[in-house]
């Protein structure tokens, strides 16, 4: 890797699970396991690189339309992936944390996802944050209520932010979607104002380490002004 900065926060939208699997006359649900194995690569591959933080946009508020099989089969990844994973985030001392609204999933997920960050919740590595019935609508939403909840006198830019879910995480500097597609589907509404995206053609499962690489190096290649001029 060049020596300019790494993005300290990367988010990805992985897109093309289903695509992926229907091409090759499977179903879905095939697509979204296989889905769950770039999702491990990814990991170890952002960490290797040298990213602080990574947000993976698992299960969005949308998604709950989709066929209830498909939706079930997606709960069960995460939370086989809770299970299995933990020894890895453990070893390598990443801490796991959740962004979305855990009243909307099922009990048995929301604790696990509950205890996985609480066990994590010292670790200093990477942070891998699972975006799990998450929509950026509804967490500006909820950050708005905790804040009128907690009376907080001023709503400016500041006590906002400091009411979303992890308030202490930085602002991605780099937003990946994989499948495709050139929008931001509800993901990271506020903290992406001033990401800088890329998009790719391929499919979720055919996401590669080297495909993080040329991603990072797009980013390093950017001009980042956030609304300012050069010098
Ligand atoms: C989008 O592809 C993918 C999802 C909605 C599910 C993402 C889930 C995983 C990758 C597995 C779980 C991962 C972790 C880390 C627990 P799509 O189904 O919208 O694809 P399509 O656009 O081709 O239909």
């Not at 066990?119 to 500006?140: H, K, P, S």
């Not at 308030?167 to 992406?192: A, K, Q, V, Y």
Request: neutral net charge; contains cysteine; aromatic residues 10%.
């Amino acid at each position: 890797m060049p020596a300019s900065p790494v993005p300290a926060h990367i988010g990805i939208i992985m897109d093309g699970n289903g695509r992926w699997a229907q091409q090759r006359k499977l179903l879905r649900t095939q697509g979204h396991l296989e889905g769950l194995k770039t999702a491990k690569r990814t990991v170890k591959a952002a960490r290797e690189l040298g990213a602080e933080y990574l947000t993976l946009y698992v299960f969005s508020t949308e998604n709950w339309k989709r066929a209830a099989e498909e939706v079930g089969f997606i709960l069960g990844l995460v939370k086989q992936y809770l299970k299995a994973e933990l020894d890895f985030y453990r070893e390598n001392r990443i801490r796991l944390r959740h962004a979305g609204d855990p009243t909307g999933l099922p009990a048995d997920i929301a604790q696990d996802l509950r205890e996985a960050a609480e066990e994590t919740r010292e670790f200093d590595g990477m942070q891998v944050i699972l975006a799990l019935n998450y929509g950026g609508r509804n967490e500006i939403l909820r950050a708005v209520k905790r804040l009128l909840q907690a009376g907080t006198p001023a709503l400016t830019e500041e006590t906002l932010s400091r009411h979303l879910d992890n308030p202490d995480i930085p602002d991605p500097d780099l937003i990946i979607r994989t499948g495709g597609d050139c929008r931001i589907s509800n993901f990271l509404l506020w903290e992406g104002a001033y990401s800088e995206y890329y998009f790719s053609d391929k499919l979720w499962p055919d996401w590669t380490e080297e495909d993080l690489i040329a991603a990072v190096r797009a980013y390093q290649r950017r001009d980042r002004r956030f609304g300012g001029v050069q010098p």
